[in-house]
């Protein structure tokens, strides 16, 4: 895990302000994205590299519905202000720091403005978590294109990047509670996903991750914590172990360790479904790097590093799964879903089974398919056995969010319109009820 420094973020007077370190100070980011000092680079010192290969996602962000999400909410102004800090850095330390800060600075900006934080700075509904993926995405590639003053290697680079990533997904300042007089809750969401078929796509379970960050609820058996992080819709950083850094400190035994986790992905229309078992197959579905990737799901080996290492073929939910379909959370119904498709064994093709695994079969499709909604559930719950968590935990996807009937053309549409964002609001809602109800059983 990365270094945790200690960082503040005080709405005021419509500015953001950054607890600095001793060796770099970074200047408060200004509602009009200004910090009001200027760098000490002599014009043109810092140009950006136009030359840069920019990864498929960045370069998504010249369409004109990416710019919209980014002007409508404020969020065009973080690429500039990382720029200037960047520019002001002297050494690789210094340019670390600034990396971290303004990562975290965006992940709890998101946060703010969808928990009704602060000034919106935008038209663009609070509770819209699209603002945050494109920002990251724009300071991502602000920081592919920088040119220092000092020697850079692409290794350090890619450090750099990884800070941002890792910041801005609220991977690293998870602050589950200690003691006995609160029950602490995981809960991870994703990215949009499936953007060249739509640009204009939220996705649900990022949106609700934003808004429970942080928050207690009140359950039957006493308040609740949450602390969430968000994961990308990548193949390469699951193989990479994302997942497992990011949860195995909350895993582990010891006055912090959760009571109860939840990942949550985007599902099927109109319902949720409680996954009751994970297969240990990725289906090959291209990402949001356009990459596909079919086969066995590699697995960290004892040493923490993946690679081949390969764990069982089906793993389970642990999360009340009869008391989430009996509970009224909302207005979408919850479903216990045991499909999977296998491979029986002795059998050479694929069958599905409304029923769950057979013993000694190879996995093909979990519940939640071969995507990585399943992989980040196997992943998590594999990761519950092998640190001997015993707390509930699963998978929980939620309703597709739809577009009014007049809206679905992704070429001519917009950003939002009524069904959506009341899709999403009823969403939300519903999961925080949902993990209300899954804490406060005994």
């Known amino acids: ?169 609220g991977q690293d300042t998870m602050r589950l509670p200690a003691g006995k007089g609160v029950k602490r809750i995981v809960v991870t969401g994703f990215d949009p996903f499936q953007l060249d078929q739509d640009i204009r796509r939220s996705n649900p379970s990022g949106a609700a991750a934003l808004a429970l960050d942080g928050t207690t609820i009140r359950t039957a058996d006493g308040p609740a914590r949450i602390e969430v992080a968000v994961f990308p819709v990548r193949w390469a950083d699951f193989t990479d172990g994302t997942v497992e850094k990011t949860l195995r400190p909350h895993f582990t035994a010891g006055p912090r360790q959760a009571d109860l986790f939840t990942t949550l992905s985007q599902g099927r229309p109109g319902r949720f479904d409680v996954e009751r078992w994970n297969g240990a197959w990725r289906g090959g579905f291209p990402d949001n790097a356009n990459a596909s990737v079919t086969g066995q799901i590699p697995v960290p080996d004892g040493t923490g590093r993946t690679g081949g290492t390969h764990g069982p073929q089906w793993t389970s939910t642990t999360l009340p799964y009869r008391a989430l379909t009996e509970a009224d959370t909302g207005p979408y119904p919850v479903r216990d879903n045991t499909e999977v498709t296998e491979v029986p064994a002795g059998a050479t093709e694929p069958v599905t089974r409304p029923d769950g695994p057979t013993p000694g079969s190879a996995a093909r499709s979990g ?49 939002t319109d009524p069904d959506f964002l009341q899709a999403r609001t009823a969403i939300t809602t519903q999961i925080r009820e949902a993990l209300r109800v899954a804490a406060g059983q005994p």
């Open 1 to 169: 895990m990365l270094l945790r420094s200690r960082l503040t973020v005080i709405a005021a007077c419509g500015a953001l302000l950054l607890s600095a370190t001793p060796a770099l100070t970074t200047p408060a980011l200004a509602a009009d994205g200004s910090t009001g000092s200027t760098p000490t680079t002599a014009p043109g010192a810092c140009a950006p590299n136009t030359d840069a290969r920019l990864t498929v996602e960045e370069q998504r962000l010249a369409g004109p519905v990416p710019q919209e999400v980014l002007s409508r909410s404020g969020f065009d102004r973080a690429a500039p202000a990382l720029t200037r800090a960047l520019c002001a850095a002297k050494d690789a330390r210094q340019a670390e720091q600034v990396v971290q800060q303004h990562g975290r600075a965006l992940w709890q900006r998101a946060v703010d403005r969808v928990q009704g934080r602060g000034p919106a700075r935008g038209d663009l509904a609070r509770d819209d978590d699209r603002p945050l993926y494109w920002a990251r995405l724009d300071m991502s590639r602000t920081l592919r294109e920088w040119q220092p003053r000092f020697p850079l290697p692409e290794a350090g680079r890619a450090a750099l990047l990884d800070r941002l990533e890792v910041g801005s997904r």
């Open 367 to 415: 519940g939640g398919g071969s995507y990585l909604s399943n992989e980040i559930a196997y992943r998590a719950t594999l990761l519950r056995d092998t640190t001997g968590l015993r707390a509930p935990g699963g998978h929980l996807h939620t309703p597709v969010l739809p577009w009014a009937p007049g809206n679905t053309d992704p070429d001519t549409g917009t950003l």
